[in-house]
C-alpha cells in the first residue's frame, strides 16, 4: 500500500536512481506522509518563535525544554491522538497518553503531570456519550496506572466534530538540565538497540491513516488497533530512567511513536549525519511470519531505539532485564548515511538517509479566502430576546454541556500522585511543585475553535491570550507554549487558509506574550465526508510561579472582600496592549499579595464567570453591580476578552488601586463577597447552591 | 526508625511514600525489591500504592506472589508491622494476610477524590494520635476500592473489632463503608486512602501525616 | 434459557494482560505455558420463547454491547435449562 | 496442548458490571434478560505432556493465581491440539 502521489513517486525513483523495492517504497509512504513530514504545515511552522534566554530545546526533538533555574528544566509537549480514537476511543487514547508520555521520558525527564483537550460531537449524537465514556476511561486507564497525575483540561461539544472527535494529550517531566538526551545516533560501531515490548503486526499503516480523511471505506482500511499496555511503559520509564543515571552509557534516544522503527531509525540516523546496519531477524516479535516490511512499519507501542556507547552494552542490559522489558541488539550505527535492513541473510531494504528524511516533500498548497461565515450578533444590537428570565438564561447556561463542571470527567484522573499538585482541575490552570528546587509550574490548555473559525487569525490570538490570562489567574508567569494543531482537509485551499492565519496568529501572540512554541503538533485530515471540523488550534501554555509561592484560586475567600472587574466590558476587538495591561496589574496584585482570589473572564461571559467564583468549597455569594450602559445581555454574557474578576480584602483596596499605570486599563469596583446568593443588578438572583447543582450534576 | 518501602513491577507511590517518610518526618527509609527476600532489618514495611503488574487480572494478584511476600510473611509473624496503601492494601488482601478482598468500584469507574474518613479505631499502632470518632478528610484515588467481604466474614471482623476507618459517604459500594482494616494481632493494617498524599500543608491536607507519626512514636518508646 | 458467551482479543490484537500473567506464572514455577490469552466469560440468564429466537436476540447483544468487535471476537452457545 | 480456564463470581457474590451490563440491555430494547455474570475466560498454550499432568497444572496455576477463591470459582477443560 503506498499513499505517495504519482509524483511523489517520481521523485523517489530519481533519488534512488532505481524503483523501491516493496519494504522502501513502505518507509517512504510513512516517512513522506503529512504525519511524519509535515509537508504541507512546514512553510508556516517556520515562522513561529522558538527562541527566548530560557529555551534550551526548541521544535525537532521529542519535547521542548525550558529552563527553570537552579540547574533544572522542564521538558513538556502536547500531541494528537484523534483518528485512533474515533475509532476506539479508550485504546486510541490510552495510546496516545502512552505516546505524549514516551516523548517526555526519552529526553531524560520525569513526567510529573498531564493534561489533555478534548472536543467530541454534539451532546446528542448518538456517538458521543460512547466516545466520551471510552476516551476519558482511556486517558485515565494509561495515566493513573503509570502514576502520572492529570491535573486539568478542557472537554467541549460541537457538532463539528461528530465524525471526528479531537483527543490531545499533554505531558510534562522534570529533569536537570544537563543531562538532556536526544534522538541521535553517533559514533560508528556503537550498538542500535531496540527496548520495551515485542513487536507485533498492530498498527500498521497508522501514520498514513493520520493522514487521510474518514469515509466508507476507511472501515475496511483499519490497521489493526493498538492496545495499550501502560504496565510495560511504567516499567520502560523506570527502566530508562535509571539507564540515563548510567554515566556515558547511552549516546541517543528515541521513542517508537508513529511509524515505528522506520521513522525512529531514519532521524536518528539524519542526525547524526550517520547510517544504521538493522538485523531484522534479531527483533523479538510477538507474532509468528512477520515479513521485513511489517516489522519496519510497525506501531506497536511501548517500545524505544537506544544507541548506546560500545562496551556497555551489558551494564544496560542489566537495568532492562532488571524490570522484566525486552532487550535487543539489532545492530550498529555505520559511517554509510544509509539505512540497511538484513532478513534472513538478505538485504531487504537499503536506503540513503538524506532523501528519506531531509528531501521529503514540502508544499505550498494553495490556499483561498472562504466566503462569509455565519454573522456574530454584535452586543450593541440584540434583538432577539427570548427570555428577560436572566435567572433561568444563566441556570441553562451553567448547565450546558460547554459550560457545566467536567468533574465527571476529571474525577475519573489521579490528580493527587505523585505529591506535587498545588492545584488541580477545577481552577484556572493546573498548578505542580517542583519538588527538586521549591518552585512551581503552572499549566493551561486552551482552544477556541468557533473563533478561529469566524476569524483564523484573531481566534489563534485570542486563545493564546487566555490561555496566558488563565496562568495569570493562578499567579504563573507564562514562559513557553506547546501546541496542537486540528484542522481538517489541507489539500482544500480554504482550509489551507485558515491553517495559514492561524499560524500567523500564533507567531504574533505567542512574540507578544514572550512565550516561544518549543513544541507542537499538526493533525489534518480532520474531515469526515467531506465535513471538515472547525480549525481547532489548542494551545498549552506553561507558566512559573517562584519559591514558595502558594497559587492563587478563583472561589472567593470571605465574607466582606470586594470584587474588582479588571479590564471592560465593552465590544470592542482584542487588543493586545489592553490584554498584556490586564495580564500585567493581575500578575502584580498577586505577587504584592493583595488578592484574595482571581478568575478570568471567558464562555459564558461575567455572570458564568462569578457564578463558579461563587462555587468553592464555602459557597459564599456575592452581589455584584455593574453599570457601563450596555445591554443586560452583554453585561451578563458578553464574551469580551481580556477581563479577569479578582476579590480583595477591603483594606487592601488603596494598594490595589494604586498599581494601575497608564490608564491602558483601570479596575472597577462590582461588589462585595457575601451571603449564598448571587446578585447582578436587580437582572439575577439566584441561591448558589441551586446555581451550583445545576452547574455540577449536567455531565455524568 | 527505619521503613522499607517496597517496589513491586508497577507500584507508582513508593517514591511519595518515601518523600513522607524520609524528607518530611525525617526518619531512615529503603527502598525493598519485590525480586529480594531481605528486609534489611527494617521496622515497618509498606505496601505502596500503585498498580502493581498493570492490576490486571485482579488488582494486587500477582504481586502477592512475589518473593518479598514470603518474607513480609514471616516479618508479620514474628509482629513486625505491615502497612498496606492503596494497591499495598489489595495486595495484602491477595496474599491473604488480611480477610476480604477489593474488587471494582460500584459505579465501574476509577475515583479520585478526597473523602471523609471516620476512626473507628484509635487503639491501634497504627492510628494512636487520632481521635476516636474524628473525622478526616483524604484522597482516594483507585478502580478496585470495593471492599467486599461475605456475611460470615463480616461479623469477625466486627467481632474483632477490625474495622479502623470507614467512609462516612461510601464512594465505591464498600461493605460496611468500610476503608481500612487491621489483622487480629493488630500488627498489619491496609487502607485504601493515601495518607502519604495528605501529610504536607503545602498540598493542601496533612491529615494522613498521624498515621506515620504514630508508627514512629511507637518505635520511640 | 442460559447463554454462554466467551469473548476474546481478535488474532493479532496485542494482549498485554496475557503477557502479564505469562510472565508471572513463569516466575511461580509454570515452565510449559507458552501462550496466555486473557478473555470474559459471561453467564446470561434470559427467559427466551426458542432457541432460535434466543440465538438471534444474544448475537445482537454482542455486536450491540457485550463485545467491543473493533478487538474482540465472541462466540457462544445456548443451553436450555 | 491448550487449557480453556473459565472464572466465575462465586454464588452470592456481587457483581457490579454483571448488574451494569443487565441494565444497559434493558435499556437497549432487551427485555427477556434476567440476570448477567461477567467472569473470565483464559486460554493456556502449554507443552504439556500428558492430560493428566496437564490437569494437575492447571488446577494448581488457578489454585494459586489465576481465581482468587474467596470469590471466584474455576473450571476447566484440556484440549490436545
Ligand atoms: N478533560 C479534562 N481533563 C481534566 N480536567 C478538565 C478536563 N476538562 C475540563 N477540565 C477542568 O475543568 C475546569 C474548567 O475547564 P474550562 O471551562 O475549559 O476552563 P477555562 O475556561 O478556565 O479554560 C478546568 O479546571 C479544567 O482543568
Ligand atoms: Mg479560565
Redesign the interface.
Known amino acids: 500500500m503506498s499513499t505517495l502521489t504519482d509524483q511523489e513517486y517520481q521523485q523517489v525513483v530519481q533519488a534512488l536512481g532505481r524503483k523501491p523495492n516493496e519494504v522502501e517504497l513502505g518507509i517512504f509512504s510513512v516517512m513522506w506522509s503529512e504525519h511524519c513530514c509535515y509537508k504541507s504545515s512546514k512553510i508556516y511552522l517556520k515562522q513561529f518563535p522558538t527562541k527566548s534566554s530560557r529555551v534550551l530545546q526548541g521544535p525537532g526533538e521529542n519535547a521542548g525544554i525550558i529552563d527553570i533555574g537552579d540547574g533544572y528544566a522542564i521538558a513538556f509537549k502536547m500531541e494528537s491522538h484523534n483518528h485512533p480514537s474515533f475509532i476506539e476511543p479508550y485504546q486510541g487514547a490510552a495510546t496516545g497518553v502512552g505516546g505524549i508520555l514516551r516523548d517526555i521520558f526519552t529526553m531524560g525527564a520525569r513526567p510529573i503531570a498531564s493534561l489533555n483537550s478534548l472536543r467530541f460531537g454534539a451532546m446528542n449524537h448518538p456517538r458521543t456519550p460512547y466516545l466520551l465514556r471510552g476516551v476519558v476511561a482511556g486517558i485515565g486507564g494509561y495515566g493513573n496506572c503509570m502514576g502520572i497525575p492529570t491535573v486539568g483540561g478542557e472537554t467541549t461539544f460541537d457538532e463539528c466534530y461528530n465524525g471526528n472527535i479531537l483527543v490531545n494529550a499533554f505531558t510534562l517531566g522534570v529533569l536537570k538540565k544537563d543531562k538532556i538526551f536526544r534522538g541521535i545516533a553517533k559514533g560508528v560501531g556503537n550498538p542500535v538497540i531496540l527496548v520495551g515490548s515485542k513487536t507485533g503486526r498492530d498498527g500498521i499503516h497508522g501514520a498514513t491513516m493520520a493522514s487521510d480523511v474518514f469515509d466508507k471505506e476507511s472501515e475496511s482500511k483499519r490497521p489493526t488497533v493498538q492496545v495499550g499496555d501502560p504496565f510495560t511503559e511504567k516499567k520502560l520509564m523506570e527502566a530508562c530512567l535509571e539507564a540515563f543515571e548510567l554515566e556515558g552509557a547511552i549516546v541517543g534516544i528515541q521513542d517508537m511513536g508513529a511509524a515505528g522503527f522506520t521513522c525512529s531509525s531514519f532521524e536518528m540516523s539524519a542526525k547524526g549525519g550517520v547510517g544504521m546496519e538493522l538485523m531484522l531477524d534479531k527483533i523479538p516479535l510477538r507474532e509468528t511470519g512477520m515479513t521485513p516490511y511489517e516489522i519496519m512499519l510497525s506501531e506497536s507501542q511501548e517500545r524505544m531505539l537506544l544507541i548506546a556507547q560500545k562496551g556497555r552494552e551489558e551494564d544496560l542490559r542489566k537495568i532492562f532485564e532488571k524490570w522484566e522489558l525486552e532487550f535487543a541488539i539489532v545492530g550498529e550505527v555505520i559511517a554509510e548515511k544509509r539505512v540497511k535492513g538484513y532478513f534472513h541473510g538478505e538485504l531487504a531494504f537499503d536506503l540513503p538517509v538524506e532523501p528519506v528524511t531531509d528531501a521529503a516533500p514540502v508544499y505550498e498548497r494553495p490556499v483561498e479566502v472562504p466566503g462569509t461565515r455565519f454573522q456574530v450578533p454584535s452586543t450593541s444590537n440584540l434583538e432577539s430576546r427570548t427570555s428577560d428570565n436572566y435567572n433561568d438564561i444563566l441556570l441553562k447556561l451553567l448547565s450546558s454541556p460547554n459550560l457545566c463542571s467536567k468533574e465527571w470527567v476529571w474525577r475519573q484522573y489521579d490528580k493527587t500522585v505523585g505529591t506535587n499538585t498545588l492545584l488541580a482541575s477545577g481552577a484556572d490552570a493546573a498548578v505542580v511543585r517542583i519538588k527538586e528546587n521549591g518552585k512551581a509550574i503552572a499549566m493551561s490548555v486552551d482552544g477556541k475553535a468557533k473563533d478561529c473559525y469566524l476569524n483564523p487569525y484573531l481566534g489563534a490570538v485570542e486563545t493564546v491570550a487566555e490561555a496566558a490570562r488563565n496562568l495569570v489567574c493562578v499567579g504563573a508567569k507564562p514562559v513557553g507554549v506547546s501546541d496542537c494543531l486540528n484542522f481538517g482537509n489541507p489539500e482544500n485551499p480554504e482550509i489551507m487558509w485558515e491553517f495559514k492565519e492561524v499560524c500567523r496568529g500564533l507567531t504574533d501572540a505567542c512574540k507578544k506574550f514572550e512565550t516561544p512554541i518549543v513544541g507542537g503538533n499538526v493533525s489534518f485530515y480532520n474531515e469526515t465526508e467531506g465535513k471538515n471540523i472547525y480549525p481547532t488550534p489548542i494551545v498549552a501554555m506553561v507558566g512559573l510561579l517562584e519559591k514558595g509561592v502558594t497559587p492563587m484560586t478563583p472561589w472567593w475567600k470571605q465574607n466582606g472582600d470586594i470584587i474588582y472587574l479588571i479590564g471592560e466590558n465593552n465590544d470592542q476587538p482584542f487588543d493586545f496592549e489592553q490584554e498584556l495591561a490586564v495580564q500585567g496589574l493581575c500578575l502584580e496584585a498577586f505577587q504584592k499579595g493583595l488578592l484574595q482570589s482571581a478568575h478570568d473572564v471567558s464562555e459564558g461571559g461575567l455572570a458564568v464567570t462569578l457564578a463558579e467564583c461563587c462555587f468553592g468549597k464555602n459557597s459564599l455569594g456575592a452581589t455584584v453591580d455593574v453599570n457601563d450602559g450596555l445591554a443586560p445581555e452583554a453585561i451578563l454574557f458578553g464574551e469580551a476578552p481580556s477581563r479577569i474578576v479578582v476579590s480583595l480584602k477591603p483594606e487592601n483596596e488603596k494598594e490595589f488601586v494604586a498599581l494601575v499605570k497608564n490608564g491602558v486599563t483601570s479596575p472597577t469596583l462590582i461588589g462585595k463577597v457575601g451571603g449564598n446568593k448571587l446578585k447582578i443588578n436587580d437582572w439575577v438572583d439566584e441561591s448558589i447552591d441551586k446555581l451550583w447543582k445545576g452547574w455540577v450534576t449536567a455531565l455524568g | 526508625m527505619k521503613f522499607g518501602i517496597i517496589q513491586f513491577?508497577?507500584s507508582?507511590?513508593e517514591a511519595?511514600t518515601f518523600?513522607?517518610v524520609h524528607n518530611v518526618l525525617k526518619q531512615e527509609a529503603v527502598y525493598l525489591w519485590h525480586e529480594e527476600t531481605d528486609l534489611k532489618k527494617v521496622d515497618c514495611v509498606i505496601l505502596p500504592?500503585?498498580?502493581s503488574?498493570?492490576?490486571?487480572?485482579?488488582a494486587g494478584?500477582?504481586a502477592a506472589?512475589s518473593p518479598i511476600m514470603q518474607s513480609v510473611a514471616a516479618f508479620a509473624d514474628r509482629g513486625g508491622l505491615v502497612l498496606g496503601i492503596c494497591n499495598g492494601f489489595q495486595i495484602l488482601c491477595?496474599a491473604k494476610f488480611l480477610p476480604?478482598?477489593l474488587?471494582?468500584?460500584?459505579?465501574?469507574?476509577?475515583?479520585?477524590?478526597d473523602v471523609e474518613l471516620v476512626l473507628e479505631r484509635t487503639d491501634t499502632l497504627f492510628t494512636s494520635l487520632y481521635n476516636v470518632g474524628q473525622k478526616i478528610r483524604l484522597?482516594i484515588?483507585n478502580?478496585e476500592g470495593?471492599y467486599?467481604i461475605?456475611d460470615a466474614g463480616l461479623t469477625s471482623l466486627k467481632k474483632n473489632n477490625q474495622i479502623v476507618l470507614r467512609y462516612t459517604n461510601n464512594p465505591n459500594?464498600s461493605i460496611g463503608d468500610i476503608a481500612g482494616i487491621i489483622n487480629e494481632k493488630g500488627n498489619v493494617f491496609g487502607l485504601m486512602p493515601?495518607p502519604?498524599?495528605a501529610?504536607?500543608k503545602?498540598?493542601?491536607n496533612n491529615e494522613g501525616r498521624l498515621i506515620f507519626e504514630s508508627i514512629i512514636k511507637l518505635c520511640r518508646r | 434459557m442460559k447463554a454462554k458467551i466467551y469473548i476474546t482479543l481478535k488474532n493479532g490484537v496485542h494482549d498485554p494482560q496475557g503477557e502479564a500473567v505469562l510472565g508471572t506464572l513463569k516466575h511461580l514455577g509454570f515452565e510449559g505455558v507458552q501462550g496466555v490469552r486473557v478473555g470474559k466469560y459471561i453467564e446470561l440468564n434470559l427467559n427466551g420463547v426458542s432457541k432460535e429466537q434466543t440465538q438471534t436476540q444474544v448475537r445482537s447483544m454482542c455486536e450491540k454491547l457485550l463485545a467491543n468487535t473493533v478487538i474482540e471476537s465472541y462466540s457462544f452457545e445456548i443451553v436450555e435449562q
Open positions: 513491577l508497577g507508582n507511590c511519595d518523600h513522607v500504592g500503585g498498580f503488574h498493570g492490576d490486571y487480572l485482579r494478584a500477582m506472589r491477595e476480604g478482598v474488587v471494582r468500584n460500584k459505579n465501574l469507574q476509577f475515583i479520585s477524590e484522597p484515588a478502580m470495593h467486599y461475605d459500594g493515601h502519604e498524599r501529610s504536607e503545602i498540598l493542601g
